[in-house]
């Protein structure tokens, strides 16, 4: 999408629609629409006034008031003003200016969407087989159109272009008035039944039109050649610059792109693109959804209305074969009949019997209740939701007795701290648990680019390595001796 001052622009002549006084400007325009279509293109003030004045809206309306509603709508360039000096014999009548005014360009086209967007539920879209049949027809015509000049080929182009415009409007439309909410819900009710017969007919009639012309229409597409096409396009081109336009200048370039565009758009609605499927074919398969979409739901009607009948009809008999039982046992054997299952089940299992009597029946031992579960993949059991249970007592436990843990670590290391340095070579006989904080620690400040390193609880300390690299010490811990360099830890800051 290109974005460009034309599209970004404001438009001052859509304002009389909105504005404060719409319904006298929307009033006035609309006469001059009339009298446009029947070629009355000037008009003065006069006439506008006398034909408001016969509406009873405009009962109070003064020629002070039409004079300045005509203003503001040439200030907005919906319409345009020329003085009359056809008329004037006096200088006076000359500085009084008596004007004619007619409706622009612009305001015509307005007035023709507001005309039908007002008829909008009134002319409703309809699907017609014969438009594919004018597109087949004129696209025969491409073969005699090389050879015929500019002006025969503009007639041809215009109306394949027309057609292939409704065409498209036609459906999308029609398309979009059956996926609406409003027909979905009338298809389910039972007045529909009436005409859904009648629909259907329609609908495939349609079908079969368009399935034998797009048939056609993609064989002669495929057919035909590309010089012949661009032959017979150029024509077209070379037409349209040969119209002469008042006030508006369209470049060859501009023309050239959107009649080779419009080509295009026809041979793909047609023929698809690369790997997309064409237009023709998707109409037609949405087509017959809709088909297989009204039956499902006639059925669905008939058969919710045969049921209920049927049904009402089975239970008054049930009833009364129920009604003439003479005894529970009797009701019960007719209610396993009737609701029982049909083809008797053995299922072997161990269960608990509350006696052991072979004469006890059925109904006087409890039933027992065995939970079966589905044999597809799919299955899941359900998930018990169990309220989230508070760990806040268990939190402050741990808490407390990591805190009292630290402590003793600490209070532990700091009897290994003399003046502020923890010397390898002269440490006593240490626990193993002592000897892997000492070795982490002199792993993580090695590890740094100072030799600086930070312990649990904050203090800060640097490594002194040996300054004879051959100077070993021994460090004896509790299962065993490690031999190693002989570091210091210097202690810089203590923290708490």
């Not at 629909?199 to 012949?228: H, P, V, W």
């Not at 047609?270 to 790997?275: A, P, V």
């Not at 409890?366 to 993949?377: H, N």
């Not at 018990?384 to 808490?399: T, V």
Request: aromatic share 10%.
């Amino acid at each position: 999408m290109e974005i460009t001052s034309k599209l970004t622009k404001q438009i001052d002549e859509m304002r009389y629609v909105t504005a404060d006084n719409a319904w006298r400007y929307r009033t006035i325009l609309r006469y001059f629409y009339f009298q446009y279509e029947k070629m009355k293109y000037w008009m003065y003030k006069e006439e506008i006034y006398d034909e408001l004045k016969k509406h009873e809206e405009f009962s109070e309306y003064t020629m002070d008031q039409c004079k300045q509603d005509l203003d503001v709508l040439i200030s907005w360039r919906n319409l345009l003003a020329i003085q009359d000096t056809a008329k004037v014999a006096t200088v006076e009548e000359f500085k009084n200016k008596q004007f004619r005014y007619q409706l622009s360009e612009y305001s015509v086209e307005i007035e023709r969407l507001t005309l039908k967007l007002e008829n909008l539920f009134v002319e409703s879209a309809s699907l017609e087989p014969s438009l594919l049949e004018r597109i087949r027809e004129e696209l025969r015509k491409v073969a005699d159109m090389y050879d015929t000049d500019a002006k025969e080929v503009g007639s041809w182009w215009s109306s394949l272009n027309n057609d292939f415009k409704r065409l498209n409007q036609n459906y999308q439309d029609y398309i979009r008035d059956l996926y609406s909410l409003k027909a979905e819900e009338m298809m389910k009710t039972r007045e529909f039944l009436v005409f859904k017969d009648k629909f259907i007919d329609y609908l495939r009639d349609f079908i079969k039109g368009l399935q034998y012309n797009s048939n056609a229409i993609e064989y002669i597409l495929r057919n035909l050649s590309e010089e012949k096409v661009t032959t017979v396009l150029e024509k077209a081109v070379e037409y349209e610059q040969s119209i002469p336009r008042i006030d508006l200048e369209i470049s060859e370039k501009v023309i050239r792109d959107n009649i080779y565009g419009r080509w295009e758009n026809l041979s793909e609605w047609f023929l698809g693109s690369g790997s997309a499927e064409s237009e023709a074919s998707k109409l037609l398969n949405i087509t017959n959804e809709i088909i297989r979409k009204i039956t499902r739901f006639a059925s669905q009607i008939a058969e919710s209305r045969n049921s209920a009948a049927n049904r009402k009809e089975e239970y008054k008999k049930l009833c009364e074969l129920f009604l003439k039982c003479d005894s529970i046992g009797e009701a019960n054997k007719l209610s396993s009949l009737a609701f029982g299952i049909f083809n008797m089940k053995h299922i072997k299992g161990e269960t608990i019997r509350e006696t052991e009597s072979i004469n006890s029946g059925i109904f006087e031992e409890s039933p027992t209740v065995k939970k079966i579960k589905p044999r597809i993949r799919t299955y899941r059991e359900k998930t018990s939701r169990n309220p989230i249970i508070s760990n806040e007592k268990r939190k402050s436990e741990m808490l407390s007795r990591v805190i009292k843990q630290r402590e003793e670590e600490r209070k532990i290391m700091d009897s290994y701290i003399v003046e502020g340095i923890i010397d390898f070579s002269k440490l006593p006989e240490i626990d193993a648990s002592v000897r892997t904080t000492l070795l982490r620690w002199l792993t993580k400040g090695m590890n740094s680019a100072d030799h600086r390193g930070k312990t649990e609880d904050g203090r800060i300390y640097k490594i002194e390595s040996p300054t004879d690299k051959n100077d070993k010490c021994c460090l004896k811990c509790s299962d065993g001796t490690l031999e190693m360099p002989a570091y210091i830890l210097r202690f810089e800051r203590v923290i708490g």
